[in-house]
């Protein structure tokens, strides 16, 4: 008399004895509204901004929304956005001083939520740029359409692979965390002139 319940992102990599004996239940991502609202419920603390903007990059998830929250994920995006707007020539003295606040023995967690915003950011432009309607807001499309007007889809899928392998070997290796980050603005940064 005992349910198991089997959480999987890809039931293709599971034994087919397992799978045939198996119901599928899919489950969908939350509405924004529903993380706004569970926020709320979970960190009251939180201003109606932050919280709007936290449910935006959830992107569906209530655990990823309270992630965010924990490490500032609503500002670290905002500076993220903020380097990528100057982009082709972004401020290198911002740049160092983000660079430098990741690399401190203790904003690991936040360079980690900046390797996935950065990841997601990525993937919404070359999503964009291959014509996929994601739901941009006004700002952000401005943004990405500027951005994939130098560089093609293929380029875009260049720095994708580049950021994600290089971000991934930040910790395994234990790189420079200040130069990975250097490293990976510097690329987008390649792209966005058209190089």
């Known amino acids: 008399n005992a349910l198991l319940l089997l959480v999987c992102h890809n039931s293709g990599r599971l034994l087919p004895t397992i799978r045939s004996r198996c119901r599928k239940l899919r489950l969908d991502d939350l509405e924004e509204a529903t993380i706004a609202t569970l926020l709320t419920r979970y960190m009251p603390e939180l201003d109606a901004e932050t919280n709007r903007e936290l449910a935006a990059l959830s992107d ?6 309270l992630d965010l929250a924990e490490t500032d994920g609503a500002e670290l995006q905002i500076r993220i956005t903020s380097l990528l707007s100057q982009m082709p020539s972004p401020d290198f003295g911002q740049l160092q001083d983000f660079g430098a606040r ?74 420079d965390r200040k130069h990975v980050i250097l490293n990976v603005f510097l690329n987008i940064s390649e792209a966005a002139r058209g190089g």
Do not use: C, Y
């Not at 569906?60 to 929304?65: E, H, L, V």
């Not at 994601?134 to 007007?149: H, Q």
């Not at 130098?150 to 580049?162: I, M, Y």
């Open 60 to 65: 569906g998830s209530i655990g990823r929304a």
């Open 102 to 175: 990741l690399a401190k023995a203790d904003a690991v967690m936040h360079f980690e939520t900046v390797a996935d915003l950065l990841r997601r950011l990525l993937s919404r432009l070359i999503r964009h740029a291959s014509g996929s309607d994601i739901g941009l807001k006004p700002d952000e499309a401005e943004l990405f359409s500027r951005l994939t007007a130098s560089a093609g889809l293929d380029r875009w899928l260049q720095v994708w692979e580049k950021t994600d392998d290089l971000l991934s070997r930040t910790n395994r290796i234990n790189l």
